[in-house]
RNA sequence: CAAGUGAGCUAAACAGCCGCGGCGGCGCUGACGCGCCGGUGAGGAAAGUCCGAGCUUCGCAGGGCAGGGUGCCGGAGAAAUCCCGGUGGAGGCGACUCUAAGGAAAGUGCAACAGAAAUAAACCGCCGCGUUAUGCGGUAAGGAUGGAAAGGCGGGGCAAGAGCCCACCGGUCCCCGGGUAAUCGGGGACGCUAUGUAAACCCCACCCGAAGCAACACCGACAGGGGCAGCGAUUUGCCCGAUCCAUACCCCGAAGGGUGGCUUGAGCCGCGGGGAGACCCACGGCCUAGACAGAUGGCUGUUCAAGACAGAACUCGGCUUACCGGCUCAGUUGGGAA
RNA sequence: GCAUCCGUAGCUCAGCUGGAUAGAGCGUCAGACUCCGACUCUGAAGGCCGUGUGUUCGAAUCACAUCGGAUGCA
């Protein structure tokens, strides 16, 4: 399997906020947008406003859980952000789960099978 | 048994599958890398950044002023405002806890209201003289106000009083003794002038170059332009001194990636010894995160007391704050029984 | 990593330096005016001054600690 490639660089995540679409779905916003390589890149923004470091560091591990689960089945080339808004805070792994393959359902990011 | 005080320890555990960051080994590859195996991977506060250091850099760091810090004594330690022990003071029945604790006869400022008067004294009262009366003088013992009223209390003394005189207590100074010292105990001398505030300005003593791992060093890439003997630079401010100045320095622009720094260290654990303690010494053992958008997660099962506060980012020593509980030790007070 | 500032009435702020009465505007409530409402006028209520400890006779003010918030530089 192929290793998760991250998106790190701050101006690509302003393209995506600036260009990008976007689909909010439960405790989650997913920005997506084409890019130029043969495979996803991911960027997680958890903000201060979720809570303290401990707190942040768990919600980025579950929505990276989330994605790693559900990686295979997203179509390619493609760039996405996942901003945790501040409900993220209280959410386990299966609400992060279930928010993250909403978003990307209805962004058809993965087919609905 | 109940209440309370002080000190310390701990911070859920186990198994299976999938996944992540370093490290080591093996294999594949021209290389970047990839795969497999092994082992390792957050805290007592990692936090706040309130102190102190190591380390690194800065045209060398020199003086003065300003500014800041500290302020009983001794010790420990690399150092510190921390820590340990003690002295004085405050609180508590007590175990014990707290303590920015030099100087108010160097100077300045402030002290509302009340009160006659607030650093200076006569409102009432008391006494003397005089008077119809108003008054004049003496007096801080009494009244009243206040946080504070010219040391307190008793006696003598006096017209009434007053350290005016005396004893005791308090204060200051000296001597003797204990203690390394702060200081304590005893004795003597001095009638005693000195309200409080220095976490008001201040005075005295001692200390302080600055910046911080995004420091900094090396490599790679790159494109240059402007200023510069002065109103320049030399790391808080001001002045002086000294030093530096064209392959230097400053400003703007471009590029902003890699490696080191980066974990062996005032290190941790065990045992023994010294000390009242902080701590120190000897011996043996161990290597125990090192990322660079930043690694510890998910699912399933079992057990229990049902899991709090909380996530390393150069590293240590302290302090402070957050915290579900559990355990250990040593004192205290009250009650009961023997 | 370093540095600075701010917490006062429901809201926005004074007052702190230089210590003794906590005040202004908006809002709220009551009354007046009006047939009713708005505007206007009059009056009132509303504060443990973020928290704790200390200094002082006395603390919103001074000192220290702490909690929360905001900002700047690298």
């Known amino acids: 399997m192929k290793k998760t490639v991250s998106i790190k660089e701050n101006k690509d995540f302003k393209r995506l906020y600036y260009r ?12 997506y947008r084409q890019n130029p ?7 997680l923004t958890v903000s201060a406003k979720v809570g303290k470091a401990v707190v942040r560091n768990r919600v980025r591990r579950l929505i990276r859980e989330s994605y790693r689960i559900m990686e295979d089945g ?18 386990d792994f299966r609400a992060v789960r279930a928010s993250l393959s909403e978003a990307f359902l209805r962004a058809g990011l993965i087919n609905g099978e």
């Open 37 to 43: 390589y043969p495979f996803c890149r991911l960027g």
């Open 20 to 31: 990008g679409k976007s689909v909010a779905a439960g405790c989650l916003v997913v920005y």
């Open 74 to 91: 997203v179509r390619k080339s493609m760039d996405i952000v996942v901003v945790a808004r501040s409900s993220a805070a209280a959410a």
